[in-house]
């Protein structure tokens, strides 16, 4: 099956700074990379997604950037702000009815103020 | 508000008890999902329902069990509970199946196993 894995487990950065967070998967069948905000105490919420046929999709101040042939996918955070502080989950999947979406372990991001 | 209804939203209970967990999914979205969330382990797939039928499994205990009735609405059965079975239980819904569109997370439902 599938195996997401993110890394480092944490990142500190200065407010105003960028944060950048990596996501390898495993199967090169998926098509469909979501991330996911979790901020302290609350739900987990789409903040981006991106399909393989897309290299790169911004809003504001994130992008992600997919690389199929490495099998490896980026969430960027530009001028980075204390509400961005929260764990951060790269999910995997391949569209269909019997898919699953694999979601890594998680990073914590903290940006000082 | 994601529009996910999880019920209990604290649960205690003691080793070898039975709990049922309770999702009500948003609106006309038919696939519910279930997912475990345990200290440094992110959140681990459980098992997910298109339109009352079990469609996707993940790495779920044979203890535990799940199911989609016909007005939609899923509820997850964990019994013989262990210690290691605390954790955040969420349930999530979409209109459609993974990987075509977003999941909407419940506000999860803490349990905790003495």
């Known amino acids: 099956g599938e195996n997401v894995e993110q890394h480092p487990s944490t990142l500190s950065v200065q407010e105003g700074d960028s944060a950048v967070i990596k996501c390898t998967y495993s199967?090169?069948?998926?098509?469909?990379f979501p991330w996911y905000k979790q901020e302290l105490g609350k739900r987990p919420q789409l903040i981006i997604d991106i399909r393989s046929n897309v290299g790169e999709k911004k809003d504001q101040r994130i992008a992600v950037t997919l690389n199929k042939t490495a099998k490896h996918f980026s969430l960027h955070i530009t001028e980075t702000q204390p509400e961005d502080s929260a764990v951060y989950f790269c999910a995997a999947s391949i569209a269909g009815a019997n898919s699953k979406l694999t979601f890594g372990k998680g990073i914590t991001l903290s940006v000082r103020p | 508000d994601s529009g996910v209804t999880q019920t209990p939203k604290h649960l205690i209970t003691a080793t070898g008890q039975r709990v049922t967990l309770r999702c009500s999914p948003r609106?006309?979205?038919?696939?519910v999902y279930w997912y475990q969330q345990s200290l440094d382990q992110g959140l681990q797939f459980l098992i997910q329902?298109?339109?009352?039928?079990?469609?996707a499994k993940g790495n779920i205990l044979e203890r535990f069990s799940a199911q989609q009735f016909p007005d939609l609405h899923s509820e997850l059965n964990l019994s013989s509970l262990e210690l290691g079975d605390s954790a955040l239980y969420f349930c999530?819904?979409?209109?459609?199946?993974?990987?075509?569109?977003?999941?909407?997370f419940g506000e999860g439902s803490r349990l905790t196993v003495l």
């Open positions: 199967d090169s069948a998926s098509n469909y």
């Open positions: 609106s006309g979205d038919l696939s």
């Open positions: 329902y298109y339109n009352g039928e079990e469609r």
């Open positions: 999530a819904s979409s209109l459609g199946t993974p990987g075509t569109g977003e999941l909407f």
